[in-house]
């Protein structure tokens, strides 16, 4: 039997034989599920290995590749952008970027970007998978191509192009890349352990992934699935998982603990507030948590309401009832949230991956006999 660490308040014992549950199950090797309300955090529980020889235990301070869950912080660094005036998401992209009016880009606005409307999903065209490390060459990519629908009619999620567009906003902005204002702004402030591309004398400690065995079930063929998932060059390769791990791509190369990401929406939470700090006022809240569009999505096989950079909760409720929470997920099972409703922040982060695209039944499970245990 594996052992269950951390922190569970009484009222939570339901959530911590769920998360026994799942292990005995054979259904993780090591995972761990936190909670934050109204700033305190009152669940903390990790247990199982972060290795697959089962050699190392997972513990407080095992660090977890997030995927596409790094797409939430890149959401709150561009919200943060637009609450200091530097931004506004309604403003078009070739107003800070001017190169990405080809193609009759020069309408499309910041938030269609963050809410996957402009149609960038991914290449088309045979590419080496190893120039997705090559920053400038890809931004200069998508600044020349044409959308694979049309800009604004309908939402096709971007698994990988989506960290650029908006890295690349932020950065003609502010001036640095999206890992360096994680770091310098939230991250050391706040003594949270999160990073977009991790330093190497971290590594140590990151969690050995145990891959899944079936590939997701994407529905669509389409062209814009099959540019954003299907092709060999669909993601970055060639050139080991150390290079991908130090790159900083802000959709898919986070890594973190589950408690520094339930800090973080529990903030957005709370109307910003995390340890006597706003990082985010409740207006900018609000209004990056509004719903940008909705409806069947091009490439997951979802009807999606998309704010800004966030999923919102109120079509597929993969985080508890609450139609106002909204959040992200990753490849293989992670996920963080914010329920605004119950000032309630969440996140869920695993080595063992599945390869649900979104409502991941481990933690669904925990989510839900959490709100169970909320309510009693």
Same mark, same amino acid.
């Given at each position: ?5 951390? &922190? ?67 959401? &709150? ?51 080496? =998978? ?20 049309? =800009? ?59 891959? =899944? ?68 006022? =409740? ?94």
């Amino acid at each position: 039997m594996v052992e269950i660490s951390g &922190l569970a308040l009484a009222r939570f014992a339901a959530v911590k034989d769920a998360f026994a549950a799942s292990f005995e199950a054979g259904e993780e090797l090591g995972a761990r599920f936190t909670l934050v309300e109204a700033g305190e955090t009152v669940l903390d529980l990790w247990g199982g290995f972060a290795d697959r020889a089962q050699t190392r235990p997972f513990d407080q301070t095992t660090l977890t590749p997030i995927f596409s869950t790094t797409k939430a912080l890149a959401a &709150l660094l561009i919200a943060r952008l637009v609450d200091a005036g530097s931004l506004d998401y309604a403003q078009t992209v070739a107003s800070v970027w001017p190169e990405f009016a080809q193609a009759g880009k020069g309408a499309i606005t910041i938030e269609q970007v963050m809410s996957h409307q402009e149609g960038l999903s991914g290449f088309l065209e045979p590419m080496d =998978p190893a120039l997705w490390f090559d920053w400038d060459a890809i931004c200069a990519k998508l600044a020349a191509m044409a959308p694979l629908w049309p =800009p604004g009619t309908a939402s096709g999620y971007h698994p990988i192009t989506f960290g650029y567009l908006a890295g690349e906003i932020f950065r003609r902005v502010d001036g640095r890349t999206m890992g360096a204002a994680l770091r310098e702004d939230l991250a050391e402030p706040f003594g949270l352990e999160l990073w977009i591309g991790l330093p190497d004398p971290e590594a140590s400690r990151v969690a050995e992934l145990q891959r =899944p065995r079936t590939l997701p079930d994407f529905g669509h063929r389409n062209e814009a699935t099959k540019a954003a998932f299907l092709t060999p060059w669909a993601q970055p390769g060639g050139r080991g998982a150390e290079a991908l791990r130090r790159f900083e791509l802000p959709s898919a190369t986070g890594q973190a603990t589950a408690l520094a990401l339930a800090r973080v929406m529990g903030a957005l939470a709370n109307d910003g507030w995390l340890d006597g700090g706003n990082i985010l006022s =409740p207006a900018l809240i609000a209004e990056a948590a509004r719903e940008r569009i909705r409806g069947q999505d091009l490439v997951v096989p979802f009807e999606m309401s998309w704010a800004a950079g966030f999923m919102r909760n109120e079509t597929v409720h993969p985080w508890g009832p609450g139609n106002q929470t909204f959040g992200h997920s990753g490849w293989g099972g992670s996920c963080a949230f914010a329920d605004p409703e119950r000032k309630l922040g969440g996140a869920y982060v695993m080595n063992k991956q599945s390869a649900d695209l979104l409502n991941d039944r481990r933690p669904r499970r925990l989510i839900e006999a959490a709100y169970a245990s909320l309510s009693a």
